[in-house]
């Protein structure tokens, strides 16, 4: 909390003593108040995301005692006496880092300027109805990863913001999986075919396409996202769990082909282009 004062008396004195920040950056910025805006302060965000949870946390009995019961595409054979585990991102799906987008916001800076200082604070709160879910999975005996593409540098701050929330964080073997350790990069592929080679994978919850499959699978145009997202309508809701992240992710990046623009005008042409009146 301290923190967050020091960093909006920071604004504060910036604006008032004249100090200019980027403004096309700081246009950038304002794109997203919406996002975040609708984050932190939707009750619909939060029933949804309890929805989510629940929906999954209904299934998981069944995945369970289904041996045939698989959610990664890179799940092999002889999987079906395999020990039953989840993967779950992090990142606006288990901690909700709205605080820090907001920052953004409030100073004109963009990731990744602050992210680390934001990540070592470690006082992101749990999103909506992942504690429920997680420990009604623990106590089915449902080993638990996390995916993420958090540096590795973060790790120790991660698990330390996920214990004080009473997330449940398995010690006897690597279940929180960061992006650089064992030079993994952002493409969570080896990852899951890592878990996959131990554990029957029975479900995966994320915020972005590529928490569920390859990255180089999802990097497509806008309109052929939604037709892969169909092409796998039979996991979503029973094997595949989306969290709605309005503030940031893929779904902007197809906007751009995947090569954010630095001028705020082509990016707001680009925006423009892709609306369907």
Same mark, same amino acid.
């Given at each position: 909390m301290k923190a967050r004062q020091s960093l909006y008396l920071v604004f504060l004195l910036t604006i008032l003593s004249g100090c200019s920040i980027d403004s096309n950056n700081n246009e950038f910025q304002k794109q997203s108040l919406l996002g975040v805006l609708y984050t932190q302060t939707s009750?619909?965000?939060?029933?949804?995301n309890i929805q989510t949870f629940t929906s999954a946390t209904s299934q998981l009995e069944q995945a369970i005692n289904n041996k045939e019961w698989i959610a990664a595409v890179e799940q092999k054979d002889?999987?079906?006496?395999?020990?039953?585990?989840?993967?779950?991102?992090?990142?606006?799906?288990?901690?909700?880092?709205?605080?820090?987008?907001?920052?953004?916001?409030?100073?004109?800076?963009?990731?990744?300027?602050?992210?680390?200082?934001?990540?070592?604070?470690?006082?992101a709160p749990a999103v909506a109805g992942v504690k429920d879910f997680l420990l009604q999975a623990?106590?089915? &005996?449902? /080993?638990? @990863?996390?995916? #993420? $593409?958090?540096?590795?540098?973060?790790? =120790? %701050?991660?698990?330390k913001n996920m214990l004080e929330l009473g997330l449940p964080l398995d010690s006897?073997?690597?279940?929180?999986?960061?992006?650089?350790?064992?030079?993994?990069?952002?493409?969570?592929?080896?990852r899951r075919s890592l878990i996959a080679n131990d554990?029957?994978?029975?479900?995966?919850?994320?915020?972005?396409?590529?928490d569920f499959?390859?990255?180089?699978?999802?990097?497509?145009?806008?309109?052929?996202?939604?037709?892969?997202a169909l092409k796998y309508k039979d996991?979503? &809701?029973? /094997?595949? @769990?989306?969290? #709605? $992240?309005?503030?940031?992710?893929?779904? =902007? %990046?197809a906007i751009y082909d995947f090569d954010y623009p630095t001028d705020e005008t082509i990016a707001t042409e680009l925006r423009i282009k892709n609306l369907k009146p």
């Open positions: 009750t619909e965000f939060v029933a949804n002889n999987y079906a006496d395999k020990p039953p585990a989840i993967i779950l991102d992090i990142d606006e799906t288990v901690l909700d880092n709205s605080a820090f987008q907001a920052r953004t916001i409030l100073t004109g800076l963009s990731y990744p300027n602050g992210w680390i200082d934001w990540g070592n604070e470690g006082e623990q106590s089915k &005996g449902v /080993k638990i @990863f996390y995916v #993420t $593409n958090r540096v590795a540098e973060l790790e =120790e %701050a991660t698990r006897d073997r690597d279940v929180l999986m960061m992006k650089g350790e064992s030079g993994w990069g952002s493409d969570k592929t080896k554990y029957r994978i029975v479900m995966i919850v994320g915020d972005q396409l590529n499959l390859p990255r180089a699978e999802t990097a497509l145009e806008p309109n052929e996202r939604k037709l892969l996991m979503w &809701g029973t /094997k595949w @769990f989306m969290i #709605t $992240n309005p503030m940031y992710g893929g779904w =902007e %990046a």
